[in-house]
């Protein structure tokens, strides 16, 4: 979900130019783990991107999305079962999307790691929770894609547990993102 000395080519220095929220994405990938987990399911999220800005010559870039337009997208699960993963996703035990509305993202560094690579760090709010993260950002088609993968424990969410355990949401998720600037 970050971009920002790779983004030179797409904004003039020291302008700050808008991401194009209706061409980016961020997928969340949420996975299982425990005795059972085969009769459980991995999760595919999207997050649509609210806003957010790019500032290529202070070296900026913030992106944020609204909780409450988390959407599951699982296409292995009915209708009824995304419905109530999605419920419990937003609910007060996981994300508690109506205390903590916002998920917030601004890049506090980024180095070029090859030819159309950086390595981006920032903060990252979510679940009223700032934590540093870091990524490998690569410049495609005109926007920036990439991926990082977060423990949500250290944002103060508890991994979801059914069967007594034997099925659980792993602590670790992956973030896929795929950005765009406006032009």
């Known amino acids: 979900m970050a ?3 790779l983004l030179a080519p797409a904004a003039a220095w020291g302008q700050s130019k808008p991401i194009d929220a209706d ?6 990938h949420v996975f299982k783990t425990g005795m059972l987990s085969a009769f459980g399911h991995d999760h595919e999220i999207a997050a649509p991107v609210t806003e957010g800005s790019v500032d290529a010559g202070a070296r900026n870039v913030e992106l944020e999305v609204e909780a409450s ?3 599951v997208v699982d296409a292995k699960v009915s209708d009824k079962d995304r419905g109530a993963i999605q419920a419990n996703m937003l609910g007060p035990e996981v994300l508690d999307a109506q205390n903590f509305k916002k998920i917030h993202f601004r890049s506090t560094s980024g180095e070029q790691s090859a030819p159309g690579a950086w390595t981006v760090a920032g903060d990252l709010t979510l679940h009223g929770q700032t934590r540093r993260v870091s990524m490998q950002v690569r410049e495609k088609d005109g926007g920036y894609s990439g991926s990082f993968r977060l423990n949500i424990t250290a944002f103060g969410i508890k991994p979801v547990k059914v069967a ?3 099925v659980r949401v792993k602590d670790e998720l992956q973030i896929d993102f795929d950005i765009r600037v406006a032009r």
Do not use: M
């Not at 061409?23 to 969340?28: E, I, L, R």
């Open 3 to 5: 971009l920002v000395a």
């Open 23 to 28: 061409h980016s994405t961020v997928t969340v």
């Open 69 to 71: 337009t988390l959407r």
């Open 164 to 166: 007594g355990g034997a």
